[in-house]
């Protein structure tokens, strides 16, 4: 299977790649999706074109699906250890879902680890409690590609990432060398002919064959969930809406008591009414409680309780929330053994890194002399009209480029022999 890098701009408007250049069927290639984070259109866009995917989601209210919640309510398929920090990873299958009304199904893998501690901000993810979650979509079947499998490619780019940053080191591809866009896109080109030109005869001077390596030992089937058909929908209890923004600070929804009527009593005694129950989405509903306005603009805890710079003219509005549950499931798990996955590729690149270690393993020592002698002065220098005649003769010359003065520094070469050196 090879693995193509897509780097799309947001605002800008992606077309299926082209795999005929790369003489490759659609249904071999695996496309990793940087960018545009995982969204819908271009996703729906990728899978008509027939080719495998592997990108991050930011549509964060699937964790909100009660596929997602049933998932999240048993123990983790998997977990991994990040290898530069240490930490615990905990990973989900959740199943494919259906990412909008018209648009294909995807399977969805959610990642989740602890928080970090109060007052650090988490620059990828959702913070959620005690929890950060990200969400990771794919059309790999979960038979041949596991979900550790799927975060291998994602965040190991398919083991290509030191291939590109040899690319970049040795061609420097970004480099601005033209004042139009067809000389910038040929620079490109040249740049790519140049790199496949430099493995065919890597490769060709090694001799080689095929690399091969386990990408991922054998392991045994990972449990799945079994859920009942057609189970009748049930929601959950009605949850107050936590506050944010300019609201914040004031009196909260666990402020106003329920009262046996179906109302809720303010802090002040004054009544809110039912207002309206309206569905948010699929597995999601909102109950609106109301206040009366002529309450609120005679209210001494208006200050309190309404957003900070707020009119006045509107009045308290609290909210709660309820979802809808996931049916019941049971764990079951398949009694068979999953084979390792290989990993095959061309060790074109090789012989060109090993020189480079080695070359960038030699360095220069340059030492002062202890006993240095006294500074000598150079020789007179010839007259003008010597040293405008262009045809010297060699001993001339060599008397010339000969003269250094006395030693003052010694230099050491490593990789190269003291013999070779003197002489």
Sequence with gaps: ???????????????PPRFSHFALPP???????????????????????GVYLVTRGRGYQLLQHPQIQRVLAHPPTARVTRMNTGEVVELFEGGWLELGEGLPHVR??????????????????????????????????????????????YHGRGAFEAVLADEDVEEDPDRWCSYTEYGQELWQVACQWVWNLRLTLGKMMQGG??????????????????????????????QWAAAFGRATGRFGAEAFTLQENGRLRCPAGASLWLSEVRQ?????????YLAYQTDCQQCTLREQCLASGAKGDRARRVSAVRRLLPPPSVVERKPIVLGSMRWVDVAGRSLRRTWIAHWRRQYVEVLPLAQAQPEAKPPPRPPRAVRSHHRWSWHDRLARNAWWGPPHLRVIVAGVPDFLAMN
């Design 280 to 288: 948010e989405n699929a597995f999601t509903q909102r109950a609106v």
């Design 209 to 238: 064959e095929l690399r091969e390596m386990e990408w991922a030992a054998p392991k045994e089937a990972p449990p799945f969930l079994v859920t009942e058909e057609n189970p009748p929908q049930e929601y959950g209890p009605w």
């Design 108 to 153: 969805v893998i959610v990642a989740r680890h602890s928080a970090p501690p109060p007052g650090k901000d988490v620059k990828v993810g959702k913070h959620v409690g005690e929890w950060v979650y990200e969400l990771f979509m794919t059309t790999l079947d979960a038979d041949g590609f596991l979900v550790e499998d799927v975060l291998d490619l």
């Design 1 to 15: 299977m090879a693995i193509i890098a897509v780097n799309w701009p947001r605002r800008s408007k992606p077309s």
């Design 27 to 49: 249904e071999v290639a695996l496309v990793r999706l940087d960018g545009q984070y995982g969204d819908a259109v271009v996703i729906a866009q990728l899978m008509l074109a």
